[in-house]
């Protein structure tokens, strides 16, 4: 276990190398952060969350078609998933105005957006993850055209598709980010969805009583995180009933 390779250490993952040329191994720490790594925190349970949520999203969108880096989930912290040249962008969807750009344009939280946006931020740790343009990522060679209009394409059908899930369960998928990469297969190359979906990367918001199920609960300093995120993964039904992560020893379904 400790001898193998570590190949990247991000914020809240690891990458180490996977059994076999052209995998890796995905690791979801406990860590959280907040406003480019100047807020940071350990929360007992979240990467074992994030890792059942989004094994169950990526699972899902695999499932209808929609390509992406995950193969399965290995154990309660990792997964293992196909090697892809991550494009360095953030992809944001938003559905209602919140967050950054309710901040930006001066919109009030909550209000529904005319139509989804979409986004792009340069994937920049020093630079704190610039907005940027469809110019910019061209100019710069971070995508081509073509590679732009399938981010995009992938963007809008993971959007449907994650707005009726969580539909289904009571939350309103506020926005979201996507990470993209290149996943080559012999000479052939296509975009897929990689990184993870999971309420640290998403806003969700309970229908009825308007309380936050993701990570804006620790920008915040809101608390009940740990709680937030298991209810989205008992609504989704991942959790049954009476499980917790933190107490008790977790006994997941399946
Ligand atoms: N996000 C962006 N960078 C990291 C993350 N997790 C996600 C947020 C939010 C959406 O992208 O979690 O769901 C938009 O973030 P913001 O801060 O630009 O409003
Ligand atoms: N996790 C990122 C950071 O450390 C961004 C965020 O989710 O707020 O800044």
């Excluded at 340069?122 to 704190?128: I, M, P, R, S, V």
């Amino acid at each position: 276990m400790n001898r193998r390779r570590r190949v990247y250490e991000g914020k809240a993952k690891v990458l180490y190398e996977g059994p076999e040329p052209g995998t890796l191994i995905q690791h979801f720490k406990d860590d959280a952060t907040a406003f480019n790594a100047k807020k940071h925190e350990v929360i007992d349970g979240k990467g074992v969350l994030n890792n059942r949520i989004s094994e169950y999203i990526f699972q899902n969108l695999n499932d209808i078609g929609i390509p992406t880096h995950f193969i399965r989930r290995l154990n309660m912290r990792e997964q293992l998933i196909r090697e892809v040249e991550i494009i360095p962008l953030e992809v944001v969807v938003r559905n209602v105005a919140a967050g950054s750009l309710a901040k930006r344009l001066g919109l009030e939280e909550g209000t529904p957006l005319p139509r989804s946006i979409i986004e792009f931020y340069y994937k920049n740790n020093e630079l704190g993850d610039p907005i940027v343009s469809e110019e910019h990522i061209t100019a710069f060679g971070w995508a081509s055209p073509q590679e732009i209009d399938d981010i995009m394409a992938l963007a809008i059908r993971v959007n449907d598709f994650l707005t009726g899930l969580f539909l289904g369960v009571g939350i309103r998928l506020v926005d979201f980010k996507l990470e993209t990469g290149r996943l080559w297969e012999g000479e052939m190359m296509r975009i897929v969805v990689a990184d993870e979906i999971s309420p640290d990367s998403c806003r969700l918001w309970d229908i009825k009583s308007k309380d936050k199920l993701d990570k804006d609960r620790f920008r915040q300093d809101m608390g009940g995180l740990v709680e937030a995120y298991t209810e989205v993964a008992r609504r989704l039904g991942i959790l049954s009933e009476n499980e917790n992560i933190i107490t008790g020893g977790p006994r997941l379904v399946q």
